[in-house]
Nanobody, 113 residues
Framework: QVQLVESGGGLVQAGGSLRLSCAAS??????MGWYRQAPGKQRELVAT???????NYADSVKGRFTISRDNTKNTVWLQMNSLKPEDTAVYYC?????????WGQGTQVTVSS
């Protein structure tokens, strides 16, 4: 069983920055990533990163968000810059173990205009 603990959400003005962190307990963790869900919308991919460091971003966050990880600590970060009101959502950490997804509890990010 993998447990994920997220931190770093909050309220920020448009144009500001936030950094999300997610620490995972457990073994055989492969791809880690961040997803988000805004009110009334489906959960969507924000960014993922493999153990080897290969990254993938949603088009809406390319050039503004950066995902990184430390395999020795099973920790993944999401640096979010130039935040926009449309980035407002609950952000969820995800960690794959043998292709099975594991989710964190979510952290709220609110961007005011």
């Amino acid at each position: 069983q993998v447990q994920l603990v997220e931190s770093g959400g909050g309220l920020v003005q448009a144009g500001g920055s936030l950094r999300l962190s997610c620490a995972a307990s457990g073994s055989f963790i492969n791809t880690m990533g961040w997803y988000r869900q805004a009110p009334g919308k489906q959960r969507e991919l924000v960014a993922t990163i493999t153990r080897g460091g290969f990254t993938n971003y949603a088009d809406s966050v390319k050039g503004r968000f950066t995902i990184s990880r430390d395999n020795t600590k099973n920790t993944v970060w999401l640096q979010m810059n130039s935040l926009k009101p449309e980035d407002t959502a609950v952000y969820y950490c995800n960690a794959e173990v043998f292709r099975a997804p594991n989710w964190g509890q979510g952290t709220q990010v609110t961007v005011s205009s």
